[in-house]
């Protein structure tokens, strides 16, 4: 996730720098009004879309190759999304955190700012008009609008003229529905908050709207009369960001945009250049043909890979060409943690992270860098047994002769148990209790197995507990580790042989 992020403000920055750099001085002011909201969104979606103009994998590399395994051209959307989080747990975490901190601060100023606009409402004069309604205040030298509300200062004493042209401009800004934009951008803020592009797209929208305003006043105003009332006519703004406040900020910038001659429509074939910036985009952040496995001298030639589970021993076989007498291979990695296997080209990989990044040198040559994804291993399943059989959900019932053969067993994903069965080996731990009559009888602690002799008085009608409250996972090198996964199961005992 943090990836994508990263990934979707490098793309606003560059889309936003277009704007700047070519468009920002246009008169098209619909125009570029459109590409800034376009291309906001669009900076979201790049980064999610994938293709690649690779050509099949040569039937000599998959020959041999089961379903399972995959080539070193991994382009799946579902492995990087699963893969995203499993980095280094406790600096991910803090970054999550921090991240979905700043997200919650920004909604609740988002909300703050709604509720203070709501409350500006009801303790004011209202006057519905035809297409708006005015809302008188007081206290605040102030005129804005929101939605159909236009925000109306009416401490101040205007001539009727300009309050005509005022009054167009703020119904301009409605008619045109620029408080949805606004809504966007903020919503946009609340997600980006740390990108400061985001806070230059709010500025640029505001911008446009305000020429696009005065644009629509201009059908009906002398340029020179409407210049002399912007700048004989100073109001405050108000501290809600989503709002159209009639103020000075821009007020030479916008008596320029008045006077400015729109250019020629040749003006607008600036837009064309949009489509290589657009195309560079994808192929930086969408095309997956950078990892294809290319065949050229001293490179990998092939490579048969199991799908790469975490903390796991992964071994992986590389084909590399025929090398001088003597030489050796060496590999660098990031990511995780290589071994050498047994014959000369195998090795195996412990991933510790989302993808590993494998460098091979033979001799001085250093070959081609890969990038591998890595998958979490899927969560086992938790199973009472009797004498290897599962217990199905509707089958929790037990005879009293077959208490001596109960157990309990955590069985593991059937393709990591196929692939790596030395990885695949599980454990539970918990308590095992008789009942009767919702009274314990005897305790027994589970680790791995349990002690049946505390159901040596059992009863029919009384009923085994089992709670199983944490399983361990033996790996390849005999370590332990542990998994909060938790299960619990009531078995009926019945009197029957």
């Not at 492995?79 to 980095?87: H, I, P, Q, T, V």
């Not at 400015?260 to 607008?268: D, H, I, S, V, Y």
């Not at 047994?385 to 089958?395: A, C, D, H, Q």
Request: with cysteine; glycine share 4%.
């Amino acid at each position: 996730m943090i990836r994508f992020l990263i990934e979707i403000s490098v793309c606003q920055l560059v889309l936003y720098g277009f704007y700047h750099l070519l468009l920002r001085n246009d008169k098209h002011f619909g125009q570029n009004r459109w590409y800034l909201l376009l291309s906001a969104g669009m900076a979201c979606i790049i980064p999610m879309l994938e293709f690649s103009t690779s050509s099949p994998v040569s039937s000599s590399v998959l020959s041999n190759t089961p379903f399972h395994q995959v080539a070193v051209t991994i382009s799946q959307s579902q492995e990087k999304f699963m893969a995203s989080g499993m980095d280094n747990f406790s600096y991910s975490s803090l970054l999550y955190l921090i991240y979905f901190t700043g997200c919650c601060l920004s909604l609740i100023l988002l909300l703050n700012d709604i509720v203070k606009l709501v409350q500006i409402i009801n303790h004011s004069r209202i006057e519905r008009k035809t297409g708006y309604t005015l809302v008188y205040l007081e206290n605040i030298s102030s005129v804005f609008s929101f939605f159909h509300y236009i925000f109306w200062d009416d401490t101040k004493a205007l001539k009727p003229a300009a309050a005509d042209q005022l009054l167009q401009h703020e119904q301009a800004h409605i008619h045109q529905k620029h408080t949805f934009d606004l809504l966007f951008i903020e919503l946009l803020k609340i997600i980006f908050w740390f990108n400061p592009v985001i806070h230059l797209y709010k500025r640029a929208l505001c911008e446009q709207h305000e020429f696009l305003a005065d644009q629509a006043v201009m059908l009906h105003t002398q340029p020179d009369t409407y210049c002399q009332f912007l700048i004989k006519n100073l109001f405050q703004k108000l501290d809600i960001d989503f709002t159209h406040s009639f103020s000075q900020i821009n007020v030479k910038k916008r008596i320029n945009m008045i006077y400015k001659t729109k250019p020629a429509k040749a003006a607008r074939l600036k837009m064309l250049l949009l489509l290589p910036v657009t195309f560079s985009l994808l192929l930086v952040f969408s095309y997956q043909g950078w990892a294809q496995l290319s065949v050229e001298p001293y490179d990998l030639r092939k490579i048969n890979i199991q799908t790469l589970y975490l903390n796991c021993g992964n071994p992986l076989s590389l084909d590399l060409p025929e090398m001088p007498e003597g030489a050796q291979v060496s590999y660098k990695i990031k990511g995780g943690e290589l071994l050498k296997g047994e014959k000369e080209n195998d090795v195996i990989i412990i991933p510790a992270a989302s993808k590993v990044f494998v460098e091979a040198y033979p001799s001085e040559t250093k070959l081609k860098d890969f990038t591998f994804f890595v998958r979490k291993i899927p969560d086992p399943e938790i199973q009472p047994v009797v004498n290897g059989v599962e217990f199905t959900k509707e089958e929790l019932e037990l005879s009293l002769a077959m208490l001596s053969d109960l157990n309990v067993v955590v069985i593991p994903d059937k393709n990591l148990k196929k692939f790596l069965p030395d990885d695949a080996n599980y454990y539970p731990r918990g308590e095992v209790s008789l009942v009767r009559n919702d009274k314990t009888i005897t305790t027994t602690k589970m680790n791995g197995s349990f002690d049946h002799t505390g159901f040596a008085g059992a009863q029919a009608g009384d009923k085994i507990n089992i709670a199983v409250n944490q399983i361990y996972r033996i790996d390849f090198r005999g370590q332990q580790i542990d998994m909060p996964l938790k299960k619990r199961f009531e078995i009926l005992v019945i009197d029957k042989n």
